[in-house]
């Protein structure tokens, strides 16, 4: 499916304001078309390559979107706990729900896999042939 198309039917041709992009090189482009005026882009992975083909430069700057490219794997640990905590205090509750009312975020799942199927599992992503999460079961 091209998320892209999507997201432009869903917002009604407006895009999105923040892209949090794990893939980075094989989405650029995709990811430059589902952003809104004014958006931000946060690369902070680079599962689809680092190679960016096309004009994803012109993109943003005909959108006058921001890109922030960050890591936490070479940060300390005392920032990675903050985020942890941050997360936590900030965020968590979104997928939970307030008071019964419905979660405001929703986790997306491609597949559960048992843990004995880990290299399978492994495999399909880095193919980058699942939309979502791969959940381990143990």
Known sequence: EDFAAAVVEWTGGKGVDIILDCVGGS?????????????????YGL???????GPVLGGLLRKRGSLLATTIRSRSRE????VIRRFRDE??????GFEGEKPLLKP??????DVSEI????????????????????
Do not use: P, Q, T
């Open 119 to 138: 290299i399978a599992a492994h495999e399909k992503m880095e193919e980058n042939k699942n939309n979502g999460k791969i959940v381990l079961k143990f």
């Open 27 to 43: 989405y650029a482009m995709k990811n430059v078309a589902s952003l809104a005026v004014d958006g931000r882009w946060v690369l």
């Open 91 to 96: 965020c968590l509750a979104g997928f939970i």
């Open 47 to 53: 599962m689809g390559g680092a190679e960016v083909d």
């Open 79 to 82: 920032y990675k706990a903050d």
């Open 108 to 113: 997306i799942v491609d597949c559960v896999m």
